[in-house]
């Protein structure tokens, strides 16, 4: 774990509470629904790869939303998600591991397990298609990626800067998220993105013995802008810095407005890039 920095008490917080959850007893087997599949059949219906988020609330939220997991994440789907996240994370998030395995019968498409997963045997909680591993928070983060691996898990590391970045790359990881949100301050810039992501696509490296490329190749790494977006010029924004997928709740969710449409709030962002869009997709008021 990078311990030398700095941390908002909220997520100091969150890893105390994470370093007290006990794991699971036995190794989970998942039979994953594959993610880049998911993000290239949603392209080819010209939806914009979205996986939308059941963020019941957070440190950062304007409210709590006590809506059924199954009902946000079927009206996603009904929005084009691509795939679906879900916060496990009870006491600052809202979360839980049953609300994920609802979510996972009731949907067809991947779904995310979002909490702060910090050893091996905290994966054996709950089955899930894709698990957040947040390389600044992990000692061994190529054998938590292996160990996610092996059960099946397509692992999603996050990362906030260009070190991390090469970290995961270094450790193999093969989808990646850029994290918009700074840890040590919960700021969101999509400028973090824009800056970070055009490395993943330039770095390789070749295996000296076999001159095999010994991680992704670049091309084969799915990068997933997270944190942040909020509207449909967010999203070009974006798709234009090179994001594969988009990582969205709170602008789904819409904390504070408990009856706000979750399956309108994801078809905003889904149809971001369709042609013919002249709403005020910025949601300034100015029409631009
Ligand atoms: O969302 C928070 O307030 C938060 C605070 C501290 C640590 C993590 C936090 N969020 C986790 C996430 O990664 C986001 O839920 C996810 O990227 C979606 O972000 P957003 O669209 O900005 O809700």
């Known amino acids: 774990m990078n311990s030398g920095t700095e941390l908002a008490p909220a997520v100091a917080s969150i890893l105390e509470a994470a370093r007290e ?8 087997d998942v039979d994953a629904r594959s993610l880049p ?21 957070s440190p950062t939220a304007e409210g709590t939303r006590d809506d059924d997991p199954v009902e946000l ?34 949907v067809d498409v991947p779904v995310l397990r979002k ?50 970045l090469e970290a995961a790359l270094e450790a193999g990881a ?13 700021e969101v810039d999509l400028e973090t993105f824009e800056s970070v992501a055009p490395h993943a696509r330039r770095m390789t490296r070749l295996d000296e013995s076999s001159g095999e490329a010994a991680r992704p190749a670049p091309d084969d790494v799915t990068l997933i802008a997270e944190s942040g977006v909020s509207s449909p010029a967010d999203v ?29 709030n994801t078809r905003r962002l889904t149809r ?6 002249t709403s005020d997709d910025d949601g300034d008021g100015n029409g631009d």
Do not use: C, W
Not at 21 to 27: I, L, P, V, Y
Not at 94 to 106: M, Q
Not at 151 to 160: A, C, I, T
Not at 248 to 260: L, P, Q
């Open 21 to 28: 959850r006990s794991g699971g007893e036995t190794a989970v």
């Open 37 to 57: 599949d998911a993000i290239a059949s949603a392209e080819a219906d010209g939806r914009v790869p979205v996986i939308a988020e059941v963020k019941p609330t």
């Open 73 to 106: 994440a079927e009206a996603m789907v009904e929005g084009g998600a691509a795939a679906i996240s879900v916060l496990t994370e009870p006491s600052h998030f809202g979360g839980s591991p049953e609300a994920l395995t609802r979510v996972r019968e009731a």
């Open 115 to 164: 909490d702060f997963v910090l050893e091996e045997a905290q994966m054996d909680v709950v089955e899930a298609d894709l698990l957040l591993l947040i390389a600044r928070f992990v000692d061994d983060l190529e054998g938590l990626i292996g160990a996610a691996r092996e059960r099946g898990f397509q692992p999603l590391v996050e990362v906030h800067d260009r070190e991390e």
């Open 174 to 186: 093969a989808i990646i998220g850029v994290n918009n949100r700074d840890l040590a301050r919960l």
């Open 236 to 264: 070009r924004r974006m798709r234009e810095a090179g994001a594969d997928a988009l990582l969205v709740g709170s602008a789904v969710m819409d904390h504070g407005a408990a009856d706000s449409d979750v399956a309108a």
């Open 272 to 277: 971001a890039e369709a042609t013919g869009e």
